[in-house]
C-alpha cells in the first residue's frame, strides 16, 4: 500500500498547481496514466483570462461570463473565480512561467495582451500561441524539485475507495483509490484521507476533438461510480475552429487569431457570421459552432474557412508560431491563404459537481479544472476561462481539505482496504473488440449526440449505449485490466452520462441546441441537470 496525505490525479494545470500549494502541508502523490505532459493544459493554444489592466475591471469580466454562460453561471462562484485570477497569475510568474510582454506607453513592461470570442476588453495572457505548454512545463520542472511531490507515471487510476464501498453508513468519505501498474501489470492501493480529481475531460468521446488521446472523461466516470453528483454533462463545447486537414485531424486553430482579426468566409470567400450574431466571429463558441455547422450543411462544402492573411506575415510569425508552422507542414501558408476549418468537441463545461473551492459530494474528494462543475461555464465556457478556474480551484481545494481534514490534529482513521481481486480473470486476447467498441462510441456520439441534435438521435444513441455498456461490464469483469479496457470502461460511462443530461434537458440552452425544443425556456428560472447515481 502506498500512502500519502494527498493523492492527485493528473499533471495539467489543476493537478500541478494543486501539487505545489499542497506540498507546503505534507507528503504529496501524483498519478497520470501517461507521461507527465499528456493533458489538455499542455495543449492550450489561446491562453488565461485575467484582469490585469486599468482598462478592463473584475466586472466587465463576471459580465462577459455571465452572458457567455446563457443563464446557468453560479454568479458567487464567477465573481470569486475572476476576483482571486490576479493573485493566482503572480503565483505562475513566480513559479517561473513567462507570459508575453510590450512595452507600455510610459515606458513599463505590460501583459501583451489579447482578446477572444466573447470578451468585451483585451484580457487574454498568453506566451505567444502555445500557452499551455509554457505553463504546464514550466509548473513540472518546479515539482520536481519539491522533495514532498512524488509522480507515478503510467499509472492508471482505476476506481476510487469510499466507505460506502467498505459498507460502511457513517459519512461517505475518500479513502484512495486502486491504480494499475501499466508497466508491470499490477494493481495496487493508494490510501489518502484526501483526494483530488484533476483528470481533465472527455473529447475523446467524439469521433473528431481537439484534445489528445488521454481525454476519455476518467475522472467523471470515476466519480460516478464512487456515488458523486454530476452536473450539466449535456453542454459540451465544440471548439469552431479544427483545422481540416487528413493529417492533422486534432489540431485547434486558436481563437486567438479572431481575436487579432481573423475573418471566417464560406467557400464563396465571403463572410457569413454577421447573418447568425452582430458579433460576428468574435461571438461566443456556441453561436459560431453552431453557424458553421448550419453553413457547411447549407453549401455542401467539407468546411469553412479562417482568413488572417491580410495581416503583416510578420506579426501573423510573432503571435501564432506554432498555427503557422503546423499549416506549412501540410501546405498551407495562412499568411497567403485561408485555413480550412471544422467545429470538433473541444471542453467539457459539465463535470463532477463542485463548489468554488472544488469540493464534491464525498468528503475528501475535490474535484478541479475541466473534470469538475464549479458553475464558472453555465451552459457554454468563455474562451480562456478554463485555464483561470484550474488554478484559483486548485489553490482553493487544498485550503479546502486542510480546513475540514486537517492533518496532525485529527488522528488518521484506519480502514480495513480489500486487495485488488484478480481471481476468476484470464489475459485479454480480443483487442479488436475494444477497438471496434472504442470506434462505435465516438462515431454515435458524432453523430447523434453533437452539435445539434434532436430526441430520435440522443434515443438512439442512448439504446446502443446500453447493449454496450454491458458487454464493456462484462468484458472489465471478466479479464485482467488493461489500460485499454479501463479507458473504453470510462469512455462508454462518460458517453452515457452525456446523453442521459441531454435527454433531460428540455429546451435549448448554451452548448446544448436540439431541433424539438430549439427555444430557451424562460418561463422559469434556469436548471442545473444533477443526476447522481445513489
Given at each position: ?203 475523446r468521446v467524439y469521433l473528431y476533438t481537439t484534445n489528445p488521446r488521454v481525454a476519455t472523461g476518467d475522472g467523471v466516470a470515476m466519480a460516478w461510480r464512487a456515488g458523486a453528483t454530476i452536473s450539466d454533462m449535456e453542454f459540451i463545447q465544440f471548439h469552431p475552429t479544427c483545422l481540416y486537414h487528413p493529417q492533422k485531424r486534432s489540431f485547434l486553430i486558436s481563437e ?279
Open positions: 500500500m502506498i500512502e500519502a496525505d494527498f493523492i492527485i490525479v493528473g499533471t495539467g494545470a489543476g493537478g500541478l498547481v494543486a501539487a505545489l500549494h499542497a506540498s507546503e502541508h505534507g507528503r504529496v502523490v501524483m498519478i497520470t496514466k501517461r507521461g507527465v505532459l499528456d493533458s489538455n493544459s499542455n495543449w492550450a493554444q489561446g491562453g488565461i483570462a485575467c484582469v490585469t489592466s486599468e482598462n478592463d475591471s473584475v466586472e466587465k469580466h463576471v459580465s462577459d461570463t455571465l452572458i457567455a454562460g446563457a443563464g446557468l453561471c453560479k454568479e458567487d462562484a464567477v465573481r470569486t473565480i475572476v476576483s482571486e485570477g490576479p493573485a493566482r497569475i503572480a503565483d505562475l510568474v513566480k513559479w517561473g512561467v513567462h507570459f508575453d510582454q510590450r512595452e507600455a506607453v510610459n515606458g513599463h513592461l505590460e501583459f501583451d495582451l489579447t482578446r477572444e470570442g466573447g470578451h468585451t476588453a483585451r484580457r487574454v495572457l498568453h506566451a505567444a500561441d502555445a500557452t499551455g505548454r509554457e505553463i504546464t512545463e514550466k509548473l513540472l520542472a518546479t515539482v520536481r524539485t519539491h522533495p514532498n511531490i512524488t509522480i507515478y507515471e503510467n499509472h492508471y487510476a482505476i476506481d476510487l475507495l469510499t466507505t460506502a464501498k467498505l459498507g460502511l453508513v457513517s459519512e461517505d468519505r475518500v479513502l484512495g483509490l486502486y491504480v494499475l501498474d501499466e508497466t508491470t501489470g499490477e494493481v495496487h492501493t493508494f490510501r489518502s484521507d484526501r483526494v483530488i480529481l484533476a483528470t481533465g475531460g472527455c473529447g486567438a487569431l479572431r481575436g487579432e482579426g481573423a475573418r471566417l468566409i464560406g467557400k464563396d470567400g465571403q463572410e457569413f457570421m454577421h447573418r447568425y450574431d452582430p458579433r460576428g466571429s468574435l461571438a461566443p463558441r456556441d453561436i459560431v459552432a453552431r453557424a458553421i455547422d448550419h453553413e457547411i450543411k447549407r453549401t455542401g462544402g467539407p468546411c469553412v474557412y479562417l482568413d488572417i492573411s491580410h495581416k503583416p506575415a510578420d506579426f501573423i510569425a510573432s503571435h501564432f508560431p506554432n498555427i503557422q508552422k503546423a499549416c506549412l507542414d501540410v501546405g498551407i501558408d495562412i499568411t497567403k491563404e485561408p485555413i480550412p476549418v471544422v467545429p470538433a468537441a473541444h471542453y467539457q463545461c459539465g463535470g463532477v459537481l463542485t463548489d468554488v473551492n472544488g469540493a464534491t459530494s464525498i468528503r475528501g474528494l475535490c474535484a478541479v479544472g475541466e473534470v469538475g462543475c464549479t458553475g464558472l461555464h453555465g451552459a457554454n465556457r468563455l474562451a480562456s476561462n478554463s485555464l483561470l478556474e484550474c488554478c484559483v480551484t486548485a489553490q482553493r481545494a487544498v485550503a479546502h481539505l486542510m480546513k475540514k481534514i486537517p492533518l496532525g490534529k485529527v488522528a488518521e482513521q484506519s480502514y480495513e482496504l480489500r486487495p485488488w481481486e484478480t481471481s476468476g480473470v484470464v489475459e485479454n486476447d480480443e483487442l479488436v473488440v475494444i477497438y471496434h467498441n472504442w470506434d462505435e462510441i465516438r462515431r454515435l456520439m458524432w453523430d447523434y449526440v453533437s452539435i445539434v441534435r434532436t430526441n430520435k438521435r440522443l434515443q438512439r444513441a442512448a439504446a446502443r449505449l446500453r447493449n454496450l455498456k454491458r458487454e464493456v461490464q462484462e468484458f472489465y469483469w471478466n479479464n485482467r485490466v488493461t489500460s485499454e479496457i479501463l479507458e473504453l470502461r470510462n469512455l462508454v460511462e462518460t458517453a452515457s452520462l452525456i446523453v442521459e443530461c441531454a435527454i433531460r434537458r428540455h429546451e435549448s440552452r448554451g452548448l446544448h441546441y436540439t431541433l424539438d425544443y430549439p427555444q430557451t425556456d424562460d418561463s422559469r428560472t434556469p436548471q442545473d441537470t444533477t443526476i447522481r447515481r445513489y
